[in-house]
């Protein structure tokens, strides 16, 4: 391997070494091709381009590669028709649960608890309660298409929960508990789940949070729900009556079952996972299990190199689609590694404590993650031995050049891959591989079998910035909107390019890689100059004076403002700080991006998964009411969104 920390934005920071194709799983897959009697050499390119040129074969094969297994009728791998509309591999059946309960030993899962504690989890006794849940469920009447709903911490009940109902054809939602009522309401009211699984308490920062208030509101919100089952072992905090029979986990799974698998439809309806749900009733995206599992496999396999036996630890709470991704690594025959809690708590070493201490071979965090690292004079290539570790993966916004710097100087020689992807389709638009050489600020590749191009405003490709679109389809994209009759589904990704998936980020493609500039609705526009926010965080959020920004452009009838929201590092001087983001924007763009205000605030406002409230923030800014442009339910901090929105108040009263 080749590392050079000193790189220039641009230039290659790390190469693989010569003999690393045949080791990784894209090498494995190019030979599986040619043993198919295809001519492909071991390029990554080459191999990209086959697949998209190639779709039908290209997912044919990689099934076969990844092991799944089909039933029913042989037949076309898609139909011919335009997007939506394409149906993959109909007539075939296959179960979801199956392809990650089935074929595997050892060591499914390793949960490790807030306090440090941890348990084990076997592929022999994973299989037995997830058996024996599923014929509980199947005992109250749960068949296939019915919902099961949780709201459950990052522990092994909620794997098993999810992998029961998937057995059975049953349809699963998982929020996080950290979720205010309202929001778990405004999700799985949508849904009328039959049965209900939760905790009546959390652990998150060193404190046990008791929820049973909350829960007797939500109950009384699903009125379909027919049974609960209650989750109490990580607490000391007991369960409530409640409206409906219930019962505990532990009698739940009682009784010994074999496994039993309902082979259903390739698009037979496997989860919902919601959107961010800070507009509007949330989204809730319908996956299929087939469709599913192949990107799931692909993006672990192909574009994480994650290997059988390996242990793959992914920073993601239940409610973030990156937890779907943690638990389908147990379709690869790796571990999982499951953290409760805050995972950065009492610091952020502690996700390199748990990396090194379960030898982590594969992790993922976002890219908030390490720039909050960079901060701090962690090493934990000298603090840990991070020797197991191969591929850091990073995702949920653009990591920035000093970022890339960052992980090269303190974690190590390892495959760095940046990635960009979706809760709408479970997988990966762009990500990377082993085999390709690692660029300062850029993301490596499309991913395998994504036609990914940046278009125009006309809807032409374009060699600069333009909107992310894929131009023919993928199997995991959503099946449809839960309740949406289609036009909500066709308005968020195929009303700007008719029969082309708009996927609402700014991409750019060149010869060093590629760049992801943000959310293209929430796109600086100011005298007909249109940039990414993305270029403004990584002017500014490298200074050390600043802790995290958040920019926005509003139009305000025939104004537009621009402001810099700013939460200023522990003992920074606002002054300083204020010349600092001046002289960065002027060197690292211009002039003309300067905002009209920079404002500093006691912190930025997230989504619960981590995203910035931008677009939120920006409707606040145009005059909108807080409750018309967030559920404070779905935010990190609602106490803090009302602050923006008193800003944003006395600014409108100021200006009228």
């Not at 600069?464 to 959503?478: A, D, F, I, R, Y």
Request: a negative charge.
């Amino acid at each position: 391997m080749i590392v050079d920390a000193q790189a220039a934005d641009g230039e290659v920071i790390w190469r693989p070494g010569s003999s690393a194709g045949a080791e990784t799983e894209i090498g494995r897959f190019a030979g599986f091709l040619r043993a198919q009697g295809l001519e492909i050499g071991q390029e990554y390119d080459e191999i990209w381009q086959w697949s998209v040129d190639h779709p039908e074969t290209f997912w044919e094969l990689f099934a076969q590669f990844a092991g799944v297994e089909f039933g029913g009728s042989q037949g076309p791998v898609c139909t011919p028709d335009a997007m939506p509309h394409t149906r993959w591999f109909p007539g075939r059946t296959l179960n979801f649960a199956r392809h990650l309960l089935e074929g595997h030993d050892g060591t499914a899962l390793i949960a490790v608890a807030e306090d440090g504690s941890r348990e084990e989890v076997s592929w022999d006794a994973l299989r037995r309660e997830v058996a024996s849940l599923a014929k509980h469920l199947r005992d109250l009447g749960v068949g296939p298409g019915d919902r099961v709903v949780a709201v459950l911490p990052n522990v092994a009940e909620a794997v098993a929960g999810l992998l029961a109902t998937a057995s059975i054809g049953a349809i699963w939602s998982v929020c996080a508990p950290e979720f205010g009522a309202g929001a778990i309401v405004s999700r799985f009211a949508q849904l009328d789940p039959k049965v209900v699984i939760v905790a009546p308490s959390y652990w998150l920062g060193g404190k046990e949070r008791d929820r049973r208030e909350e829960f007797r509101e939500i109950f009384a919100q699903l009125p379909t729900a027919e049974h609960i089952i209650w989750v109490t072992r990580h607490g000391t905090t007991p369960p409530v009556e409640t409206p409906v029979p219930a019962v505990s986990w532990e009698q739940a799974v009682a009784s010994p079952a074999e496994p039993v698998y309902h082979d259903v439809e390739f698009s037979h309806p496997l989860w919902v996972l919601f959107s961010s749900g800070t507009t509007g009733i949330p989204k809730g995206i319908v996956h299929g299990h087939g469709g599913a599992l192949l990107e799931e496999m692909k993006m672990l396999l192909i574009h994480s190199d994650l290997r059988p036996g390996d242990r793959y630890y992914n920073v993601a709470s239940t409610s973030w689609v990156l937890w779907n991704s943690l638990i389908s690594a147990l379709g690869v025959g790796a571990t999982a590694v499951l953290v409760d809690g805050n995972p950065t708590f009492p610091t952020v070493d502690r996700v390199w404590q748990v990396t090194a201490a379960e030898n982590v071979a594969v992790l993922g965090v976002s890219a908030g993650f390490v720039h909050a690292c960079a901060k701090t004079d962690l090493v934990p290539m000298n603090d840990h031995d991070l020797s197991a570790l191969r591929s850091l993966q990073v995702t949920g916004s653009p990591l920035s050049a000093d970022g890339y710097r960052w992980v090269y100087g303190n974690v190590g020689d390892i495959w760095l891959s940046s990635m960009s992807g979706g809760t709408d389709i479970a997988s990966v638009f762009v990500g990377g591989s082993p085999t390709l050489p690692v660029r300062v600020g850029y993301i490596q590749a499309p991913a395998l079998g994504v036609r990914v191009e940046a278009w125009d405003d006309a809807g032409s490709p374009t060699t600069g910035k333009g909107e992310l679109v894929v131009t023919q389809p993928m199997p995991s994209m959503p099946l449809q909107f839960w309740g949406d009759d289609g036009s909500r589904y066709h308005d968020s990704y195929f009303s700007t390019y008719p029969g082309v998936w708009r996927h609402g980020d700014y991409i750019e493609f060149s010869w060093r890689g590629i760049l992801i500039h943000g959310r293209s609705d929430s796109t600086l526009n100011r005298n007909g100059l249109r940039l990414g926010s993305a270029d403004i965080y990584a002017a500014v959020e490298t200074l050390p004076e600043v802790a995290e920004a958040l920019v926005i452009g509003a139009e305000l009838g025939t104004e537009y403002y621009m402001p810099l929201f700013v939460k200023l590092s522990e003992g920074a001087d606002p002054a300083a700080a204020e010349a600092a983001i001046v002289k960065s924007i002027r060197d690292s763009l211009s002039a003309r991006y300067l905002p009209d205000e920079i404002v500093f605030m006691r912190a930025i406002p997230h989504t619960r998964t981590g995203k910035k409230l931008e677009v939120p923030v920006k409707r606040l800014l145009q005059g909108a009411v807080l409750d018309d442009v967030a559920d404070l339910g779905a935010v990190d901090d609602p106490e803090l969104l009302e602050e923006y929105a008193q800003f944003a108040l006395g600014r409108h009263t100021v200006a009228n």
